[in-house]
Every structure is written in structure tokens, then in C-alpha cells.
């Protein structure tokens, strides 16, 4: 597999503390035998599980000290594989607006394009859609996916992303505001061209 294109990626999840050295040998390892790296780089999403595991098979708990420590961790796998390109292709999967940023100022340092650079940006259908939509509108390859299958397994899904997104309601809100500022800007033209105050 990915010898002539990347079909296959692998999940890495950054708020494990070995991530990092393990994207690092999967690179190599890629670039010596000769086909295309390619990952999903995600924050984590079994927390409770890993550290339970850890502490019923009594081995060191593996998840980072601190969500500061994650999104460190996150932003350096992406440094890493960012600066590899010539061979790799990552979708950024985040609903974090600082970290969405974070890579696209990484890409513009690189001269990284963002139509085939080999850089995806994914979010969950109903999840962050202003991130979604601005990078669609601005070039950047942007994906929504879904969730599916049997309900005792996707609802427990759909809440372990909103634990791991703690600022998922500082997104609704902003989402809110936008929609708020479109509906005024299509309803009354006349005021935005004007300069008038509009109250929300």
C-alpha cells in the first residue's frame, strides 16, 4: 500500500506520551523502504480507557501529564511531519481554532500549498463548521466526517469528542455570532452599507 499514492493512514493520538517517537520510526520507515507516510493526527480519545488499562495491567499510566503537555505534543508531530512532505500526506483532524492556525502559518513559513501540499484539515459533521468553511473557501483541502454504526458505539463516540473538546462551546458561540452577523448583513443591507449600529 502507498507505494504510488497514500491510501492508508494511520491514527496517531498525540495525548499519548510515545506518539511522537512513534510517528518519528514510522517516517523513517516509510522513507526507507520506499512509499508514502501518511496519518490522521488527533488529540486522543480514550483517556479513561488508557489509564484504567495502565492501572489494571500495572504498567506506567501512558497518557500526557497535562492538556498543556497534548497540545505541545500535537503541534510538534505536526512540525515533524510537516517538515517531511516530500513523501507524506497528514489530515490535521482538530475542532481547535488555535491549532487549525497554528498549521496554517506553519504551512505559509513552508510555502506549503494548501490545494496539493499534501495537508488535509478534517472536523466531525456539526462540529466546528466556521473552521470548516473557512478553510474550504480558502483553498484548503477541508472534510467533514461521520460517525456510523450501532448506536451503543457512536453515542459514546459523539460524547468522548465533546469531552475531548473542551472549547467546543466557545466554538458554538462563535458560530452563533457569525450566523447572527449573516442574517443582519443579508436582512439590512441598507444599515451595513450605511455605517448604522446594529444591536444584537
Known sequence: YNRKFPTI??????YLKDSYERVEIDLERAKREGYFFAAKIVRGAYM???RRRASQMGYEDPIQPTLEDTHRNYHKVIDLILGNLSFSNVIIASHNQTS???VLNKMEQLNISGQSGGVYFGQLLGMSDNLTFNLGINGYKAYKYVPYGPIQEVVPYLIRRAQENSNILGGAK????MIRREIVRRLLP???ESGGQIKN
Do not use: D, G, H, P
Not at 493512514?9 to 498525540?14: L, M, V
Open 190 to 192: 441598507k444599515e451595513r
Open 9 to 14: 493512514f494511520n491514527t496517531y493520538q498525540c
Open 100 to 102: 487549525v492556525s497554528y
Open 48 to 50: 479513561v480507557l488508557e
Open 174 to 177: 462563535t458560530e452563533l455570532s
